[in-house]
């Protein structure tokens, strides 16, 4: 017997920028189990586009669609200062909620989401898709396989050059780099770590944007477990300047990854013996001993047995009691580190960025 199809979860869209439209209708348009019934956005073309293309009903303000229009999930695309409030709302007309990140100004405005969302009885998805990445997903394996044996140090180094003058760049609509590409990898690197996060040091500066929000972030990490991760993300550094993008630590041997693909190099600890302490004086005045270790190295593509994406999960919450991969509480955690980072950018300008 054909196992019966589950509705289609109806869906009303925020928003249609670039997240809204290339990231969410996007990811979703052609998928049969959702079906887009509504959107909104201030720009009459663009919900000319959605109804020539979606067949959907357009809304000019948030507000309307969530009074008029029938919907089982609400994704929340509109600029993060408004992430907070219209999740609320969108929780009060009944629906579940897919909100981008970060998904609030601070960690009180994202307790007070969670709240909402229990007194409504509805499930808040924050949009950490990073966490579904096949390099995340990779790395996380990886680590869990032992091969490299316990992490120690996590480095990483995300760094391009690109001035941007949109609202972005300015601190009132909660932008800057540490908000923006900085939530997506402290939350993937934090799934990384093993413990919750105890110190945090940053250092940010605003070097080519404009605007006055930061373009270049140094961050330094210290888990509960003792393991360190070190961040430099920029906008900021100068084209084909060469970085390792990831470089992982571990007491058995060392994991870097260039993005396509991983080199390993391990040993395995069961065929290593004991190196005892010789405190006799040196022969020949010589450092160092005669010990080799049967290192071993491997490259392998970056490749992971799961293929499930956010939407996978999201679908699976609402219509198959899965298990919901990117809670709440797991983002606040991140909130948390970010709030304890964000400090104010200082009066710092490059030479040619400074007014005579």
């Not at 959907?56 to 507000?63: A, D, L, V």
């Amino acid at each position: 017997m054909a196992q019966k199809t589950k509705r289609p979860i109806r869906v009303g869209v925020l928003g249609l920028g670039r997240a809204g439209w290339d990231i969410h209708v996007s990811g979703i348009r052609n998928d049969s189990r959702y079906v887009i019934v509504a959107v909104t956005d201030g720009l009459p073309e663009r919900l000319e586009q959605a109804s020539s293309e979606l067949g959907c009903e357009t809304f000019r303000n948030p507000s309307s669609l969530l009074a008029s229009a029938r919907t089982d999930l609400i994704i929340n695309a509109m600029p993060s200062q408004f992430h907070a409030s219209l999740t609320r709302d969108a929780f009060k007309a009944g629906a579940h909620v897919v909100v981008e990140k970060p998904i609030a100004r601070n960690v009180r405005e994202a307790q007070g989401m969670v709240r909402a969302a229990r007194a409504a009885g509805r499930k808040l998805f924050p949009h950490h898709n990073y966490r579904f990445q096949t390099m995340v997903k990779h790395l996380r394996e990886t680590i869990a396989s032992g091969i490299i044996g316990d992490v120690f140090e996590i480095k990483i180094n995300i760094a391009q050059f690109g001035r941007r003058n949109d609202w972005q760049t300015l601190k009132k609509n909660n932008g800057g780099l540490l908000n923006n590409h900085g939530t997506h990898y402290i939350d993937w690197v934090m799934q990384l770590m093993g413990a919750p996060i105890k110190d945090v040091f940053s250092d940010m500066k605003l070097v080519s944007d404009s605007g006055n929000a930061e373009d270049h972030v140094r961050l330094l990490l210290r888990a509960r477990n003792g393991c360190v991760a070190d961040f430099h993300l920029s906008t900021a550094t100068a084209p084909k300047t060469s970085m390792p993008l990831c470089l992982i630590l571990g007491t058995c041997g060392t994991l870097e990854c260039a993005g396509g693909e991983s080199t390993i190099r391990y040993f395995d600890p069961k065929r290593v013996k004991e190196l005892p302490i010789d405190t006799r004086p040196p022969e020949g005045r010589r450092y160092g001993n005669d010990d080799r270790l049967p290192w071993k190295e491997k490259t392998v593509p970056v490749s992971s047995r799961d293929k499930t994406s956010f939407y996978d999960n999201v679908y699976s919450v609402l219509r198959e009691r899965g298990k919901q991969v990117v809670t709440p509480e797991s983002v606040i955690d991140v909130l948390r580190v970010i709030d304890r980072a964000r400090v104010p950018v200082k009066n710092w300008r490059p030479a040619y960025g400074r007014k005579s």
